[in-house]
């Protein structure tokens, strides 16, 4: 199975490359259905986008999958041929209107799962123009068994002539609406999530008032419209018996350390499956680094058979946390030191920290011997110069920070 992971920012596309993605999608600007949460990279930096990609052996999706108006169609004739001449592998697209564009422009396209693909007939429709198709969140893992079988059987093939393959979400926020089709943000703010712009409100608490008698109940305990974040790591043996070519993980807005994190571990599962370790020890050890991180609680979505309803909880349940402590100041090659300039909060030997650049990606390690303003010490303080020995190069764009347990 092909892991793709998310790049909200250079940061997350360094921590997806090295952790172990085989692809990569990410937005640009807008016209993508992450055009508001996360930052997007511009067209001008298109180009190092997928250069940093090729020299990984690493696969380049642009995401362009938003509702596509008239006055929009210029704005994404315009990104597909920035796409084209990157030399960006392929584009999930949502809208005909793209899809076509597309294809003019000779592009390989997968199709979004907001296009709600739920059989087989739908399916060989689209197989026309895309060579991987993504299938509705809502469907079992029986249902999914059945187009995939149904794919070999009907010899169903994508514009390059190989079988098409079938992709779906694996770990990250799930939406209440079918396939992400939310008109909540739309109605409340004006701000339509079907272009990109939601403003989650669905993550909101809320009090319910019996228009009848007056009677209040505060939802307090349980975000009803909100669902815990998906999680397949725990049966990924039985995603792959379904057929399943490509799993997503979802996270272009969240931080760099979690997509490290989240796409570690699905490295490793989908490898332990293909040499035949995968086992329940294992994926203890996974769901408990994928806890780690932010989630909103896990629940294995549609796949099971199991009803909608597993709401999560308010706030993020990770177990740490980060806390920015400061950036990095300088880096001595030859002795690898690199130096921190101590913003924040104090940091001593024993605390485990985080280094994230546009550079470096996300780098984790435990304070084991530092130096204090070139003196050997316990703790760095506001104001101090921090060094340590690390191998990787500390540029000023790194940020420090320090892991905490989240209470």
């Known amino acids: 199975m092909e892991l793709m992971a998310p790049a909200g920012n250079f940061e997350s596309l360094v921590a997806a490359l090295d952790n172990g993605a085989d692809s990569i999608y990410f ?13 997007n990279f511009t067209i001008d930096e298109l180009p190092k986008v997928t250069e940093m990609t090729r020299k990984r052996g690493v696969r380049s999706y642009l995401t362009l999958n938003t509702i596509i108006y008239d006055h929009d169609i210029p704005v994404a004739r315009r990104l597909l041929k920035a796409a084209k001449e990157a030399e960006v592998d ?45 299938l509705s969140r809502e469907l079992s893992l029986r249902q999914i068994k059945h187009i995939a079988d149904q794919i070999q059987k009907q010899q169903i093939k994508g514009p390059s002539g190989e079988f098409v393959k079938i992709e ?18 739309l109605h409340t703010y004006n701000s339509s999530a079907n272009r990109g712009a939601c403003k989650q409100n669905c993550r909101h608490p809320y009090i319910v008032i019996d228009k009848e008698t ?20 725990d049966f990924l043996d039985q995603v792959k018996d379904a057929g399943v070519s490509v799993i997503k993980l979802e996270g272009r807005a969240r931080s760099p350390e979690y997509v ?62 980060k806390m920015y402590i400061g950036r990095g100041k300088h880096y001595y090659p030859k002795a690898k030191v690199g130096v921190f300039q101590i913003e924040a909060f104090d940091v001593k030997v024993g605390d485990k920290v985080l280094i994230i650049g546009p550079e470096s990606g ?11 303003n070139d003196h050997p010490g316990e703790k760095a303080r506001k104001g ?23 209470k």
């Open 27 to 39: 937005g640009v600007e807008q016209l993508n259905m992450r055009a508001r949460s996360s930052i």
């Open 90 to 134: 392929a584009v999930i697209v949502a809208d005909q209107a793209v899809l076509f564009m597309a294809r003019e422009m000779g592009m390989e396209v997968h199709i979004s799962t907001q296009l709600n693909i739920t059989n087989v007939e739908t399916l060989k429709f689209y197989a026309q123009f895309a060579d991987t198709i993504v």
């Open 168 to 185: 779906v979400f694996a770990h990250g926020a799930l939406c209440m609406a079918v396939s992400g089709k939310c008109h909540l943000s």
């Open 214 to 233: 007056g009677m209040e109940l505060e939802i307090d305990n349980e975000y009803i419209m909100s669902p815990k974040d998906l999680m397949i790591i």
């Open 260 to 321: 490290a994190t989240v796409t570690r571990a699905y490295r490793e599962a989908i490898d332990a499956l293909n040499a035949g370790e995968y086992s329940r020890d294992k994926v203890e050890k996974w769901v408990e680094r994928l806890s780690t991180v932010y989630n909103r609680g896990f629940w294995g979505g549609y796949y099971l058979g199991k009803k909608l309803g597993e709401w999560s909880q308010p706030g993020n349940q990770a177990k740490f946390k």
């Open 362 to 372: 996300v780098k984790e390690m435990e304070l084991k011997e530092i130096y204090v």
């Open 384 to 406: 101090d110069l921090l060094s340590v020995k690390i191998d990787t190069k500390i540029r000023p764009s790194d940020k420090l920070y320090k892991l905490v347990e989240n």
